[in-house]
């Protein structure tokens, strides 16, 4: 019985503990780890890649960020990129689910270069006060070329809310 009071106590405050790291003027911070053939692209078989953000609320649900990344790409590409961009996040009904939009420049080994806009949604999961697992599926648009390198995937963050 007591348990089951704990649990409903805590769900019903998780949306307050998360109002308050939503609010304008905190500060974010995060890391990603993506593919691990968890995105498709129509010219990759294997990809892995480390993501890191840094950014701020500009206003209450709506974080902008910086971004920079490094992407390994195995079978018929075989190249390593690195990318740095821009983008932002607006969080719905303060309960942590967020949808997302960007754009990065990626260069890659023989002279690979791409503009990407990409999309994303997501949800903060608050493991504590101000750290969160955010896990996202995401959509980046190549500019370059859109049947071998525009990719659909899913990433698993993680985001410190100070």
Not at 66 to 87: F, I, P
Request: hydrophobic share 40%.
């Amino acid at each position: 019985m007591i348990k089951k009071l704990f649990v409903i106590m805590a769900v019903a405050l998780m949306p307050l503990v998360a109002n308050a790291q939503f609010e304008q003027g905190k500060i974010y911070s995060g890391a990603s780890l993506t593919g691990l053939n968890l995105s498709y692209s129509g010219l990759e078989e294997f990809n892995v890649g480390l993501q890191a953000q840094v950014g701020t609320f500009a206003a209450d649900n709506l974080l902008v960020y910086c971004q920079g990344g490094w992407n390994h790409q195995g079978s018929s590409v075989k190249t390593d990129q690195v990318e740095l961009g821009l983008g932002g996040r607006y969080y719905i009904l303060q309960n942590g689910i967020f949808l997302g939009a960007n754009c990065k420049y990626v260069h890659g080994a023989g002279g690979y270069n791409d503009v990407m806009p990409g999309v994303e949604v997501g949800y903060a999961f608050f493991i504590s006060r101000t750290v969160t697992i955010e896990p996202s599926i995401y959509y980046q648009q190549s500019l370059n070329d859109h049947s071998d390198y525009s990719k659909v995937g899913l990433k698993v963050g993680f985001g410190i809310y100070l």
